[in-house]
């Protein structure tokens, strides 16, 4: 049998190996490059980055000091790691036990209330975004934690990825544990759960990093610098007639910390839960 073969499968060759990977690197580049500009101007002093003078000289961490001096900015991260951390651990719990009745529990209608409730992707944010604003003004949440964390609770999108993982798990396993007189809520924490590490792991990577870098909402829902989060408070670098650039980018360094923190921290699992929740494609 020829080497070109292994496993039945054809090798690439040489050459188209080559191509693919240099075409990888490229298209890395232009993702990364973004970045590293981001990187470089909250390196060097607003005057160096207008005269687009780059050089060692001018890099420094003052930048990074002014951020902090120029606005609450240890506050804002301390609330939107609150409001992130809350969002996901609240949202995943509860679209986890919503998509074990919906995928493992059998009741009258149950594929019917599932279509409506998936129906509600349908709807785009603007629209419902007056109308949640005025049911959190009436509940007098207004400008508060609550009204951050509380409507990002509930997700149809997380519900519906976590269904169809669960679907996908032989029911053998919720029989036996029936048969060894297992409660529903004690096969989703004891069965369920365990088996869908990826896929939470990966949909708790998604849903913090939303959370996160929400502008609309807090934007709609707070007017003070007390429950003000990240993304507000880089909007106020940005003026009518001018920007901070080196504080904005600076900022927009601490900002991307976290997010890529929980990433590399869970990169395994992530690229796991991408393959077997099908989010990935074929």
């Not at 005057?47 to 060692?56: H, I, K, N, V």
């Not at 420094?60 to 992130?84: D, E, I, K």
């Not at 529903?184 to 924490?189: A, D, H, P, V, Y």
């Amino acid at each position: 049998m020829s080497a070109a073969y292994s496993g039945g499968r054809a090798r690439p060759s040489l050459p188209a190996r080559i191509g693919l990977h240099t075409l990888l690197l490229l298209f890395s580049t232009l993702m990364l490059a973004p970045f590293g500009v981001m990187l470089l101007v909250s390196l060097v002093p607003l005057p160096a980055f207008l005269a687009r003078d780059f050089s060692p000289a001018h890099y420094s961490l003052q930048n990074y000091a002014r951020t902090f001096a120029a606005v609450p900015f240890g506050l804002y991260y301390a609330n939107s790691t609150l409001v992130a951390v809350s969002v996901t651990v609240v949202q995943i719990l509860i679209s986890s036990l919503a998509a074990f009745a919906f995928a493992r529990l059998r009741f009258r209608g149950r594929d019917l209330i599932f279509l409506f409730y998936l129906a509600t992707l349908m709807i785009p944010f603007p629209v419902t975004l007056i109308p949640n604003f005025l049911i959190v003004k009436g509940l007098g949440w207004y400008d508060s934690y609550l009204a951050l964390i509380v409507p990002g609770l509930f997700s149809v999108f997380s519900t519906f990825l976590l269904r169809q993982y669960y679907r996908g798990i032989p029911i053998d396993f919720d029989e036996a544990a029936r048969m060894d007189g297992a409660s529903s809520l004690r096969i989703w924490g004891q069965i369920i759960v365990p088996l869908s590490g990826p896929v939470l792991a990966t949909l708790s990577i998604f849903v913090f990093q939303g959370a996160w870098n929400d502008f609309l909402w807090p934007l709609v829902v707070t007017t003070s610098e007390q429950v003000r989060t990240i993304p507000l408070g880089l909007a106020s670098f940005v003026g009518q007639y001018s920007t901070a650039w080196d504080m904005l980018m600076a900022g927009s360094v601490i900002a991307l910390l976290p997010v890529l923190l929980i990433y590399l921290v869970g990169q395994k699992w992530f690229v796991q839960g991408i393959a077997l929740s099908g989010m990935g494609g074929r």
